[in-house]
């Protein structure tokens, strides 16, 4: 499979635990935010997206938080699967109309059963 | 899977080749993008395409030309590349629309290597 990177931070969890992944992000003008996930040999596959008149989203068995004070961004993923591992993303953007993501290195969650 | 399709898959050329990438969206949308992965780096945004029309290219080297001939199809072209070049190319589209930004649906990518 590809390989999408070789020094990203590591979440190990076990099948059926919470997954919480943080991503800090820089523009305090960004009105936007995605998470992606990426899995070995693919692309990019959007997850969930929260804007920034929000601080809270839920989707199924994934929530994001947003809190803009401190500009940090967080997926959550309930009873984490096997089918979950992967690379996260997350992105932000400020762009109205066409989109210029800013994406984050990532996060790598390994889920062993 | 996502619409977004991407030919080749695989990819290894000379630094004298010349080579093109295909992408090809299926969802009606009206904008296209390039990002370059590379190992140690975020996805880094390369061109950008909204109603066919280049709206964005983010200091890209000459040896990398992008061509957008309709919405649904986004070329990058490639000549005397570099060793350092070697990456993976995502193609993404999106539906954007004037007062919000949306999400963007990537291809599988195109994985490069350059000898």
């Known amino acids: 499979g590809e390989s999408v990177g070789l020094h990203l931070p590591t979440l190990s969890v076990q099948e059926g635990d919470n997954s919480i992944i943080n991503c800090a992000y820089s523009?305090?003008?960004?009105?936007?935010f995605i998470w992606y996930k990426q899995e070995s040999g693919k692309g990019p596959q959007f997850i969930i997206d929260?804007?920034?008149?929000?601080d809270k989203r839920q989707g199924q068995r994934v929530t994001v938080l947003l809190n803009k004070t401190v500009k940090h961004l967080s997926l959550q993923i309930a009873a984490t699967q096997p089918g979950d591992s992967a690379v996260y993303f997350c992105a932000e953007t400020l762009n109205s109309g066409y989109s210029t993501l800013t994406f984050g290195k990532g996060t790598m969650l390994l889920v062993s059963p | 899977e996502t619409g977004v399709t991407q030919t080749p898959r695989h990819l290894v050329m000379g630094m004298t080749n010349k080579k093109s990438l295909k992408c090809e969206q299926h969802?009606?949308?009206?904008?296209m993008y390039w990002y370059k992965q590379s190992a140690k780096k975020p996805l880094e945004l390369m061109f950008v395409?909204?109603?066919?029309?280049?709206?964005e290219n983010n200091s890209v080297p000459s040896r990398f030309s992008p061509e957008c001939p309709n919405s649904s199809h986004l070329f990058l072209h490639l000549h005397t590349l570099q060793p350092e070049d070697s990456a993976l190319y995502l193609c993404a589209s999106s539906q954007d629309r004037q007062e919000f930004s949306y999400e963007q649906y990537f291809g599988p990518g195109t994985r490069l290597t350059v000898t």
């Open positions: 523009n305090s003008a960004s009105d936007y």
């Open positions: 929260i804007r920034s008149n929000m």
């Open positions: 395409y909204s109603l066919e029309e280049r709206v």
């Open positions: 969802l009606g949308h009206n904008a």
